[in-house]
């Protein structure tokens, strides 16, 4: 069953074809996994087009720089204060164990910046995530379940 992105179709052999980046433990999963990478793109470049970023004819490359291009603009995020690194610290501290025999916990300032890196990284998806999420709320999807996302 086709999958329409606004008045874009995304055929099954589309789909298909994108299923080999998408290991899963049975087709029906690797098959969602597809056609939800297939939804975000479309999503993202058809916003991309309507802000001047691509047109509709560029090639891959210039689609996924356009892309990236766009995710940059729209999702901000700040880093991670110390505060907020102490907490996650301070909550998670059995994770932050040393390599050696003792297994002590390390110390903050050991780990302060991991935990900022993470702290930011999770932001981004998550920034990513709701930016995806906002352009499929003004988007008409057919086909495909994108709240799952």
């Known amino acids: 069953m ?3 992105v606004n008045d874009t179709e995304i055929d099954d052999n589309t789909v298909f074809s994108e299923m080999q980046y998408h290991s899963a433990p049975s087709m029906e999963e690797a098959r969602d996994a597809a056609a939800q990478a297939l939804v975000v793109k479309e999503l993202l470049r058809q916003e991309a087009i309507k802000q001047g970023l691509c ?9 996924d720089a356009s892309l990236m291009a766009l995710i940059e603009q729209e999702v901000v995020t700040p880093a991670a204060s110390a505060d907020a690194c102490r907490v996650y610290y301070e909550q998670n501290r059995e994770r932050f164990r040393a390599s050696d025999a003792s297994s002590a916990i390390l110390p903050f300032d050991m780990v302060e910046e991991r935990i900022r890196d993470y702290l930011h990284t999770r932001s981004i998806r998550e920034g990513i995530r709701s930016y995806i ?9 057919f086909g495909f379940d994108i709240s799952a996302l």
């Not at 047109?55 to 689609?63: G, I, M, N, Q």
């Not at 999420?133 to 988007?139: D, I, R, T, V």
């Open 133 to 141: 999420l906002h352009l499929a709320e003004s988007a008409r999807i």
């Open 55 to 63: 047109d509709p004819d560029d090639t891959d490359e210039a689609l």
């Open 2 to 4: 086709p999958v329409f």
